[in-house]
């Protein structure tokens, strides 16, 4: 059997419509979602990020709300924005490009975050929710992993799934998203005695490690499903997996990068701030 190609583009196309169904209707109730963009500093790369966010959201009827800080601004500055946000009735999510400049502290700044309007799930009473499996908002990224897997048809239950990659961002709550889903869950990490014999095993593999091709086709076992998750740029300015895409044939599906899980974490950002919305103002 040949290997399937996960695509994140067409899935992430299916979420925005939703989006905007339920956007939509809650427009129809004269509620406009909202979601305040929070970008301090001038790091390019971040710049882009908002862009393309600011961009997606207007698509799918959700407003965006830029606040541009200085690269300069204070801790003190800044929390006096997330608190002007977060006591704003007319905003539904918050959300604070990371990283922020060094200067300023991010964990206290994610915590200072209404829960409520966590969009990106990454506020201590998200994750703990979560971990708890008793999800409220969930990170973006895991949340497109699992909506792929899902589209996918593949079966979680019972599975050997590893994810390699422990981050607050990824790797975490996407290990705590796979043993929610009733899967038999391995993190692997940089300390991590044996990947290769984890991976020989696993039924499931999720890559969210940031090192170009490092997971090779002889790694993974015959029919497994890779979800890519690593974005790396190559010399030459393309995008490149944690996996070795073209040694990957034996394989039973694989997202590609780029068109794999990239275009699934903005949708699903828009995805939790409709929620976000819907929740907030149902009363
Ligand atoms: P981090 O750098 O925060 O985490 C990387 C993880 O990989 C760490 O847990 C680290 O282990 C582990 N690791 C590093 N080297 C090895 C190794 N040799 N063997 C096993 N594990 C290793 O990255 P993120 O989680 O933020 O992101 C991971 C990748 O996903 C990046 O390429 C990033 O660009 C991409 N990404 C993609 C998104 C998308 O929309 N598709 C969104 C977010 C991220 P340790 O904890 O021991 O240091």
Do not use: W
């Amino acid at each position: 059997m040949s290997r399937r190609i996960l695509d994140g583009k067409a899935v992430a196309a299916r979420v925005r419509a939703e989006v905007a169904t339920a956007a939509a209707a809650l427009a129809a109730r004269g509620i406009s979602p909202t979601l305040a963009v929070v970008l301090v500093g001038d790091d390019p790369a971040s710049a882009v990020y908002v862009r393309s966010k600011t961009k997606a959201a207007i698509e799918v009827g959700v407003v965006p709300r830029d606040h541009r800080l200085p690269a300069a601004t204070t801790q003190a500055e800044l929390l006096a924005l997330i608190d002007r946000l977060n006591a704003d009735p007319s905003v539904d999510g918050i959300l604070v490009q990371l990283p922020l400049p060094a200067h300023l502290d991010t964990d206290a700044v994610i915590a200072a975050l209404d829960p409520a309007k966590d969009v990106d799930g990454l506020h201590p009473m998200s994750l703990g929710r979560l971990a708890q499996g008793k999800p409220t908002v969930v990170p973006c990224t895991p949340k497109g992993c699992m909506r792929l897997l899902g589209e996918a048809g593949v079966s979680l239950r019972g599975a050997r799934a590893v994810v390699i990659g422990r981050s607050v961002l990824v790797g975490r709550p996407m290990a705590l998203l796979l043993a929610n889903a009733d899967a038999t869950v391995t993190i692997c990490h940089s300390r991590t005695r044996d990947l290769a014999q984890e991976l020989a095993r696993a039924e499931i593999v999720i890559a969210a490690v940031g090192r170009p091709e490092m997971i090779r086709g002889a790694d993974l076992a015959a029919g497994a499903t890779v979800i890519d998750v690593g974005i790396n740029r190559r010399p030459d300015g393309s995008l490149v997996g944690d996996v070795a895409f073209a040694e990957t044939e034996h394989v039973g599906a694989i997202s590609p990068v780029p068109g794999g899980v990239g275009p699934l974490t903005i949708a699903c950002l828009l995805e939790n701030t409709v929620e976000a919305a819907a929740r907030r103002r149902a009363s």
